[in-house]
């Protein structure tokens, strides 16, 4: 097995780094100025890439939305019913790692990805 076929490979937004960061300041403005009113700012460039990592690097993953997302009843509404979007992959070297995926499939590509490598419960890829 080569080495790079022990990394899994998921779906992220990489944001324009200077987009992102204008958006961050005038937003951290818009609550410290009017709390009650602030709104996430949209419309932020970013480009759908992969992120590979170690399954034994992830230690934790639950559902996310996208921060664009401006939650109103039937948002809320639709989210209870068929769940969120995305999923939040925590990891041990990285951090969080906001997936594309909803978190159905992500748990099934993981399972997959595993099988194929045959990973072991001392989580890291048999040697054959």
Do not use: H
């Not at 987009?19 to 460039?45: F, H, Q, V």
Request: with cysteine; aromatic share 14%.
């Amino acid at each position: 097995m080569k080495f790079t076929d022990g990394f899994f490979k998921v779906l992220i937004k990489v944001y324009d780094g200077w987009d992102y960061s204008k958006a961050m300041i005038t937003e951290d403005k818009e609550l410290e100025n009017n709390p009650e009113t602030a709104t996430p700012i949209t419309g932020i460039k970013y480009v759908p890439c992969y992120y590979k990592i170690r399954p034994s690097d992830i230690i934790g993953w639950c559902e996310l939305f996208d921060r664009e997302t401006i939650l109103s009843d039937e948002i809320i509404e639709t989210f209870n019913r068929k769940g969120l979007p995305m999923t939040l992959i925590e990891t041990k070297s990285f951090g969080n790692l906001p997936c594309m995926w909803d978190i159905s499939k992500f748990e099934e590509k993981l399972n997959e990805f595993c099988n194929e490598i045959n990973y072991n419960s001392n989580n890291s890829p048999k040697q054959e």
